[in-house]
């Protein structure tokens, strides 16, 4: 199948290209960097932004939110079921 935006950059707002379960952990990198994440349950995030700087949320309800990180951390996260999106 042709893919016509192969040449294109993609901006923030571009759609996600693929996704993967995420599984918090405070020493693994996530294997690709990703662009949102979906929460599957209400909680907080903890996730290391591609700055490398470190953050965390009040209690999210379910849903998708975007941000950009390459690690979501286990301290600090109490939200399950979580994608990725790249």
């Known amino acids: ?3 016509r935006f192969s040449t294109f950059l993609l901006g923030a707002n571009a759609p996600a290209l693929g996704s ?15 662009r ?7 909680g907080t995030l903890a996730w ?4 490398g ?3 965390v949320t009040a209690t ?3 849903g998708t939110y975007a941000l950009g990180a390459d690690r979501i951390l286990a301290t600090g996260t109490t939200a399950a079921d979580i994608t990725g999106w790249v």
């Open 20 to 34: 993967y379960v995420v599984t918090p952990s405070d020493d693994a990198d996530l294997p690709e960097a990703i």
């Open 48 to 51: 290391r932004g591609t700055d």
């Open 1 to 3: 199948m042709a893919n």
């Open 53 to 55: 700087e470190s953050y």
């Open 60 to 62: 999210l309800p379910p």
């Open 36 to 42: 949102a994440v979906t929460l599957g349950t209400a």
